[in-house]
């Protein structure tokens, strides 16, 4: 099994949410007494999300890239970045270590092909819905068209995420809200959501939606544990 190496903290809630589903994948996939080999570097939140709205990109790129080599030179094999947002930070990480990192819009990519969606809506932080780093891999890679909720919707999403999810708060309204989201982009022509922050989950799942959900949580932490027992 080949070790994998967490960026955490971003935030803690689905942190540790990718550290069940690595736990419970492994297991079922060797047996209940077997466990993922990992290593967690979690980070201060406050500090992140205080760099994001200062659109300060270079400083976040420097600190996730000097985790990423740390969490190298401690013996990870592949590296996992639990958030989606800071997969803004791959290019300048990837200059800087040998491993391999596992991009998360790569994995959502496969798994909306996997549905037999060609037209998604993205749902995310502000950052992952509105810049070009995520939509750029689903559409050049995968031909997936990307659908984002209006300025005043992606506000909302972006509120919530940080507001309340951030902090395991989890309302219903704040669901409703995503879900009226999501009725409005598959009158649109949506046949899937893509869960675009790892957060989301805890809010939205397959059994609250009438088209596919790629939960991009789940399916990063279940691409990693394919990789690592390949």
């Not at 099994?1 to 803690?12: D, E, F, P, Q, V």
Request: proline share 2%; aromatic share 6%.
């Amino acid at each position: 099994m080949k070790k994998i190496g967490l960026i955490g903290g971003i935030t803690w809630q689905s942190t540790q949410l990718y550290y069940e589903l690595l736990n419970t994948k492994v297991a079922e996939l060797l047996g209940d007494k077997n466990s993922c080999s990992c290593i967690i570097e979690s980070v201060n939140f406050s500090e992140i999300s205080d760099k994001q709205g200062k659109g300060d990109w270079d400083s976040l790129h420097e600190k996730m890239s000097d985790i990423a080599l740390g969490l190298q030179n401690a013996g990870a094999e592949v590296l996992l970045i639990c958030a989606n947002t800071m997969h803004l930070s791959v290019p300048k990480i990837e200059e800087k270590i040998e491993i391999p990192v596992l991009h998360i819009a790569d994995v959502a990519g496969e798994a909306v092909k996997s549905k037999g969606c060609q037209k998604v809506l993205l749902l995310g932080t502000k950052y992952t819905m509105e810049l070009d780093f995520y939509k750029d891999i689903l559409k050049n890679k995968f031909g997936i068209e990307v659908l984002i909720p209006s300025a005043e919707d992606r506000d909302m999403v972006h509120g919530v995420i940080y507001n309340e999810l951030a902090k395991g708060i989890v309302s219903e309204e704040s669901k409703n809200k995503y879900l009226d989201i999501i009725g409005k982009a598959k009158k649109e022509g949506a046949e899937g959501v893509i869960l675009g922050c790892t957060e989301i989950p805890l809010l939205i799942q397959q059994k609250d939606c009438d088209i596919a959900v790629i939960d991009t949580t789940l399916e990063h932490a279940y691409a990693a544990v394919n990789f690592a027992l390949a």
